[in-house]
């Protein structure tokens, strides 16, 4: 598992404009929320800088946020404090859950931003659908988004240089993407992801990281999820669309 240490630090200009408010960000996840019970316990396991588990906390919801970077769990603890909101926030891997965590706690376990294929390689991701798995009681379901790694590759390495600036926190920031494709899908992939800010004067910053990740087919994340337990309910997935979702339910 890898980062974003970095990024935290400037993630706000990877999350589009719709999502940035985090009322706005929970409420694109209204159709699955409809699902939980009264009291419901949340967990997202892949905070990032905590839009989502802030919006959920806004609702009322019991919310837990993790995520594997140190950076990006004080940035979630910093909204929930902006906001108000009473949202638990903790360091912790995906396979690092079952140790803070009891078996069977949440309704709910969110993993979304595009997150899973920073678990290394096949193994890696298992093990982390398998906490996640653990922690839900049964009927609980897990949200999962991804993108759609078969588009992706078909692509190759490639530039991606955003055609517009985006303006947050007064300062405009141009996003860049580099991606590096290996020869065969089980391969070590990397994603360096940079954001150039540029001040009122013209003074330019540049901040990026470099990404590991494992990519995976669709079909291979369903053969995952039944190996853990968990039954798919919905999917967006569409090999023409860019991303999609997964809604599983613990059997």
């Keep these: ?5 970095v990024l935290a630090e400037v993630y706000e200009w990877l999350i589009t404009d719709a999502k940035l408010p985090p009322a706005e960000f929970a409420a694109t996840f209204d159709d699955v929320l409809k699902l939980l019970p ?5 967990l ?8 989502l588990a802030v919006g959920l906390a806004g609702r009322g919801i019991q919310v837990v946020a993790t995520d594997a970077s140190e950076a990006m769990v004080r940035r979630t603890a ?8 009473s949202v638990r926030a903790l360091q912790a891997s995906w396979e690092e859950l079952p140790d803070h965590f009891q078996d069977n706690t949440f309704d709910m376990v969110f ?7 920073h678990a ?8 982390a659908l398998e906490s996640m798995a653990r922690l839900l009681r049964p009927g609980g379901r897990l949200v999962l988004t991804s993108r759609t790694w078969e588009l992706v590759r078909a692509r190759g390495s490639r530039l991606d240089i955003s055609d517009r600036l985006v303006r947050r926190n007064g300062r405009d920031g141009l996003v860049v993407y580099r991606w590096e494709i290996a020869p065969h899908w089980e391969e070590e992939h990397h994603i360096e992801i940079a954001i150039a800010q540029v001040d009122e004067t013209g003074s330019v910053l540049v901040r990026s990281e470099v990404l590991s990740c494992w990519p995976y087919r669709y079909e291979e994340l369903e053969v995952d ?14 090999l023409e669309a ?3 979702m997964v809604v599983a339910r613990k059997v």
């Design 44 to 51: 997202d396991c892949s905070c990032g800088t905590g839009q």
């Design 78 to 85: 910093e909204l929930s404090e902006e906001f108000g909101a």
């Design 1 to 5: 598992m890898t980062g974003y240490d």
């Design 111 to 117: 993993c979304v931003g595009n997150s899973l294929h």
């Design 242 to 244: 860019e991303n999609y």
């Design 120 to 127: 290394t390689g096949a193994t890696g991701r298992g093990a």
């Design 38 to 42: 009264p009291n419901a316990r949340v």
């Design 225 to 238: 999820l039944h190996r853990v337990g968990l039954q798919p309910e919905l999917s967006t997935f569409d």
